[in-house]
């Protein structure tokens, strides 16, 4: 019963608080769904500076001005993916917005990463934290400001889900991590990062209208607690998605985006739209939204071509959005700004030096790509890669999860004497990587999947290539069987040979793109492009066959797992450029793998309770009920009792590890139940910056100016025979949402990421690791924890990537915090430890249990 306590009821626990009692709107009840807007305040962990120079910026803008850091100039109009108006009048210049996620998008000489699967696949903090670093290195050389990654919505409550691979894991724990830990490190370069998409944007199909309905609780711990993480790292933007929750659009919803993220999480930096997904000039602007991208479409009606620019201006002007709103959005958006330019120090940050939109292989080309104007050298093929390489080689090879190892010895490969290469995900491309925009095509082998994530391959080692290269230092003969649907020429070529490699592939990506039927989302969890007939053929004639998957998620595998010739299955992912040579770093044990399936592997897409909705009954209105809550993914497969092919947290490497000697005490000084309420529990009243000047000549182009023709700019666009001025600004007082007073912080806030009590650790739990084998491996211990009652059978809290040399042993400390052994108590609007009796298991996988201990109580 306590599962399911419904938002509404939450909602009104919280309205009805007498904390809030001067945010109450003036007339009439406001309807549950609004919530007031918080004013960015600064915190100690490096926003107060920030803030102090960007309130002492803004404080010197004019309205217009405001606006033009608030609006992007249009699609395809100024040189970037996304570009804020500029302010010429102080030399701040347009902020450049570039995907993706695994690559600096539309640009040359840039690297092609590993996905954010793949880093799950690590478990590893640090090469989280260096995949981050090295690319915030490539935007920031690129000229970019805010670099539009990394992901956490999806987080992957459907298997097919065609974005999974962008985002990290279906567990939140793990992606909170991977969020932590991407963000800090591309921040550190000096480019603002986003976590996106913000919030419950699962599928593609429909991904522009479903109304998503989801309870609070499950809402707090499963899909908002990797935000919590990213804004704890000092994430600098968030954006908000397409679809709807709970009855209204992301970039305009009063409860996620002022409730949940800045009043709850205390985020502090600004929400940008996702492209195309404002919906209005005054909701959005009350909901939440501080930066509408890319600026024009979708308010056809109005003369602007934007729902923000000048129509922004004119609400300011006429007094339904306060001038607070709009001076809060320019100062979240310059205190981001100032944030990561105090890490890259005082050089100046270099300007932008490429054009999304003029192919990378041209130079000269139009500033302004639609008016075709200035035309110049635009792309300047600036270098950005440094030594990343060696880094996404490294990534790749402990990203490779392996499944299965028959006896544990067909992998490692010693020198075999023939082998045979099977299947067109072994091989490059015809027309090379680079062949098909955004990876639209389903050609040769896979490394990324499709969208606006990717960006063009410096190259791509193809596994062949990579195989051939070792086999001709070994002297191994190699035969090759490329094509996978000539099942006769695999099974010839494998016969005989030592080793038989068959790679499969399955894709998914964003759904403006379909292949081969897919429009985003997978239509089903089976290989694609005949693989399961090829894997079937080879291991019919040969029975040393190794199975090679690149794809975006999981597969159904259940023959291949049981298949007597099938003596090893490696789950290689989507590594980016160095893929085949991450491969053969495995293969041939010069890196022991070490990564763990960050999913679970379903007999049937059944298995995993949630699927895709693929088609609406209701398709110009379709609604999705959550109504699972937080059984996805492993957190099901326990809850229905269902035995998976291979589970989250599997992975085998070339030694053995036993875990022994488990330890776990409340850690002194930490023991009450519930965290301290946050130290400031009320915030100043809003603030204005700067003077209104309402006159026209304030707020109409400048005498003389000449536009860019399709640009959406700041200005107010009077008929000419309008009346001036606009009736004198009165107080707006449309809602909650309005109210400039004092606001009451939530108990659950206080500090970004939420109560800093919450990140308290509560447990140490000490235990040791002892390597069986004679060769240094790392193991990666897994922590679950069990809150009792009727919460999942254990859930992820903690995990490290340990290196053992052979027969050696480790002593591992892991703490766990007051938020990885608290519930979301949707009366109370708060994390609580409950007093049901807890249990921690240590594991090498979410099934494979070595240790567990009861969790003492906490004192009272
Ligand atoms: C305000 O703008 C003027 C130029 O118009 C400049 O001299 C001054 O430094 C600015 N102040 C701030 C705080 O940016
Ligand atoms: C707004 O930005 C545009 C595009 O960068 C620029 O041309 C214009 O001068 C800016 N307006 C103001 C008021 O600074
Ligand atoms: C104020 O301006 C906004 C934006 O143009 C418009 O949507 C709204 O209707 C206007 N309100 C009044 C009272 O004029
Ligand atoms: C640039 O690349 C495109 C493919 O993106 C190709 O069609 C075109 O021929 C190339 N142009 C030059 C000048 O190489
Ligand atoms: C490969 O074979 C050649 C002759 O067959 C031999 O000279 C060479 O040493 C071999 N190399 C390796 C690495 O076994
Ligand atoms: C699943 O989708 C892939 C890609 O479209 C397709 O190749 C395959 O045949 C489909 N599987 C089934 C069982 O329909
Ligand atoms: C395994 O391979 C052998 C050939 O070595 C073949 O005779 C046998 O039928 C295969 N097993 C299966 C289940 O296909
Ligand atoms: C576990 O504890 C026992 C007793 O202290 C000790 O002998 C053993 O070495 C420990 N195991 C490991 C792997 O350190
Ligand atoms: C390690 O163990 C394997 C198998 O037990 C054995 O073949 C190998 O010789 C050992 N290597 C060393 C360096 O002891
Ligand atoms: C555990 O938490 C304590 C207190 O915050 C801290 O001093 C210690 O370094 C942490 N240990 C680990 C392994 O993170
Ligand atoms: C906990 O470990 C003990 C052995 O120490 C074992 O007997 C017991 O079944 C385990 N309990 C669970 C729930 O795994």
Known sequence: ?????????????????????????????????????????????????????????????????????????????????????????????????QDGTVAVRYT?????????????????????????????????????DVALGPVAGPLGRVPAGGRNWEGFSPDPYLTGVGMFETITGMQSSGVIATAKHYILNEQEHYRNNVDVTIDDRTMHEMYLWPFADAVRAGVGAVMCSYNKINGNYSCENSWTLNYLLKNELNFQGFVMSDWGAQHSTVESALGGLDMAMPGDGGARGNVYGAFWGGALTEAVLNGTIPAWRVDDMAVRIIAAYYKINAISGSKPRPGINFSAWVKPNVTVGPIYFRANASIEPVNLHVD??????????????????????????????????????????????????????????????????????????????????????????????????????????????????????????????????????????????????????????????????????????????????NHENVTAILWAGLQGQESGNSLVDVLYGDVPPQGRSPFMWGRNISDYGAEV??????????????????????????????????????????????????????????????????????????????????????????????????????????????????????????????????????????????????????????????NRGNTTGTAIPQVYVQLGGDNPWGVLRGFDDVSVPGYGHVHIEMNLTRRDVSNWDTAKQNWVVTDLPKYVFVGYSVVDIALNATLPPLNL
């Open 384 to 561: 950005v890669q440094g030594n990343h390489g060696a880094l996404i080689r490294e990534i790749g090879a402990k990203s490779t999860v392996l499944l299965k190892n028959k006896d544990d010895k067909a992998l490692p490969l010693h020198k075999p004497g023939r082998i045979a290469i099977i299947g067109e995900d072994a091989q490059d491309a015809p027309g090379g990587p680079n062949a098909c925009e955004d990876n639209k095509c389903y050609r040769g082998t896979l490394a990324m999947g499709y969208g606006s994530g990717p960006g063009n391959f410096p190259y791509l080692v193809a596994p062949a290539t990579a195989l051939k290269k070792r086999a001709a230092a070994d002297n191994t003969t190699v035969a090759e069987a490329p094509s996978n649907w000539d099942l006769d020429a695999a099974r010839a070529a494998a016969k005989g040979a030592d080793v038989a490699f068959v790679f499969a592939s399955a894709d998914s990506g964003e759904g403006y793109i379909t292949i081969d039927g897919n429009t985003g989302d997978r239509n089903n969890l089976t290989l694609w492009g005949n693989g399961e007939a090829l894997i079937k053929a080879v291991a019919s004639v040969n029975p040393n066959t190794i199975v090679v998957l690149h794809t975006v998620g999981p597969v159904l595998i259940d023959y291949a797992a």
């Open 108 to 144: 040359d000489k840039n690297s092609v990463f590993p996905a954010g699967i793949n880093m799950a696949a690590t478990f590893s903090r640090s090469l989280m934290r260096r995949r981050g670093e090295a690319m915030g290195a490539e935007f920031y050389g690129k000229g970019i």
């Open 613 to 770: 909705m693929y088609m609406s009954p209701t398709p110009f209105a379709p609604t999705q009920n959550f109504s699972e809550g937080v059984y996805i993914d492993y957190r099901y497969f326990q809850h229905a009792h269902t035995h998976s092919v291979y589970p989250f947290g599997h992975g085998l490497t070339y030694t053995s590890f036993y875990f022994e000697n488990l330890t776990v005490h409340p850690y002194k000084g930490q023991a009450a139940v519930t965290a301290a309420p946050p130290s400031k529990s009320w915030t100043a009243p809003a603030q204005t910056y700067g003077t209104i000047n309402s006159s026209m000549a304030a707020n109409t182009d400048p005498t003389g100016f000449q536009r860019i023709k399709p640009f959406i700019y700041p200005w107010i666009i009077r008929a000419a025979n309008a009346s001036w001025p606009f009736t004198a600004p009165k107080a707006p007082s449309i809602d909650v949402r309005t109210n400039s007073s004092a606001q009451a912080v939530l108990p659950a806030g206080g500090a970004p990421g939420g109560n800093p009590g919450l990140y308290d650790t509560v447990y140490t739990i000490g235990f040791d690791i002892r």
């Open 1 to 97: 019963m306590t599962r399911i306590a419904t938002f509404v009821l939450a909602a009104a626990a919280v309205l009805s608080n007498a904390s809030l009692a001067t945010a109450q709107a003036p007339a009439g009840a406001p309807p549950l769904s609004l919530f007031p807007s918080p004013w960015g305040q600064g915190s100690n962990d490096g926003w107060d500076a920030a803030y102090e120079k960007a309130r002492a910026f803004v404080s010197n803008l004019t309205l217009v001005e405001k606006v033009n850091l608030t609006t992007g100039t249009g699609w395809e109009y100024d040189r970037c993916i996304g570009n804020t108006g500029s302010i010429p009048r102080l030399g701040f210049r347009s902020m450049c917005l």
